[in-house]
């Protein structure tokens, strides 16, 4: 994870500079002359060059000190702190979603293989990863804020704030989950101790739920995982459709406006929340196969 973070930190630092504009003058006035602007220059640092002051965001960081915002002076840590929890929320409700969703329809798609049921459940599988994440947040409130008038269409207030937010983000990652599911499950209930369990009389429920799901569920673990960090990525554009107060707002605005620490704090935040998931998907390993931990 160290290295992770680290090459992470490199790479958003240059190519945050490699954006055209100059953020010393969209801090001064239109009215600032080339003295005023090369003075705000300095007073940020951004006259010195690259490795000195990647080496120096570097030093503050391993101090906890993750700088001040170039557009309101205000300290990053405030900034992340205010709008982290609600992305975490939003991230979370929409992986609630989708596991619940996905992993229904998979497991009734590989019960009933290439029925209705399971070709119904495959195709909205593909609509929900096919279908752009703006897109459906914009057809989920034309439909259930402006025509029916059953949900808010912007905000964050309630939890009937959170529920088109969270099924817009959700939707792709539930389509994914569904087909990884569906899959593995197949595979599982082809193999032979699941015909063992079948011809000794055991519930087709307890098979499916007690002998296979266990059995099938280490690459959709990893799915999961792997989807998460999607959900950190695909939250910035759903934060700004449905105007929900978390860091995807924060960072579109950062970018605007060429704050570079914010973007550096915000991408930086997200790396490690991603690679923490991976790191807890890799210790449930070992849960659901023993023989994994014993290796």
């Not at 405030?78 to 989708?98: D, G, K």
């Not at 495959?122 to 914009?138: I, K, Y």
């Not at 011809?199 to 307890?206: F, L, P, Q, R, T």
Request: charged content about 15%; hydrophobic content about 55%.
């Amino acid at each position: 994870m160290v290295p992770l973070l680290l090459g992470v930190s490199m790479v958003v630092f240059v190519l945050i500079r490699l954006i055209p504009g100059d953020p010393a003058e969209l801090l001064a006035s239109q009215w600032a002359t080339a003295e005023d602007i090369a003075l705000v220059r300095r007073a940020w640092g951004l006259d010195r060059p690259l490795p000195i002051q990647y080496g120096v965001f570097l030093g503050n960081l391993l101090r906890g000190d993750l700088g001040r915002s170039v557009a309101s002076s205000v300290p990053v840590s405030t900034e992340i702190a205010a709008r982290y929890p609600a992305t975490l929320v939003l991230a979370v409700a929409s992986m609630t979603v989708a596991i619940g969703v996905g992993g229904a329809a998979g497991i009734i798609s590989a019960r009933r293989p290439y029925s209705w049921l399971d070709n119904g459940a495959m195709v909205l599988a593909l609509v929900g990863v096919s279908a752009p994440a703006f897109w459906a947040g914009l057809m989920l409130i034309l439909l259930f804020s402006v025509i029916l008038g059953w949900l808010p269409a912007s905000g964050m207030g309630s939890l009937r704030h959170l529920v088109l937010p969270a099924v817009t983000l959700g939707s792709v990652a539930a389509g994914v989950i569904a087909r990884q599911t569906r899959s593995s499950m197949l595979d599982v209930l082809s193999q032979d101790y699941i015909r063992t369990a079948r011809s000794k009389g055991v519930a087709e429920a307890a098979v499916t739920y007690r002998h296979a799901l266990k059995n099938a569920l280490i690459p959709v673990v990893t799915i999961v995982g792997l989807q998460f960090g999607t959900l950190l990525g695909g939250s910035v554009v759903v934060e700004s459709v449905f105007a929900w107060p978390g860091m995807g707002r924060l960072l579109v605005d950062a970018v605007l406006v060429r704050d570079y620490p914010i973007v550096q704090a915000a991408v930086l935040l997200f790396a490690a929340t991603f690679a923490c998931i991976n790191l807890l998907v890799d210790m449930l390993y070992g849960l659901l196969d023993p023989r994994i931990r014993y290796e």
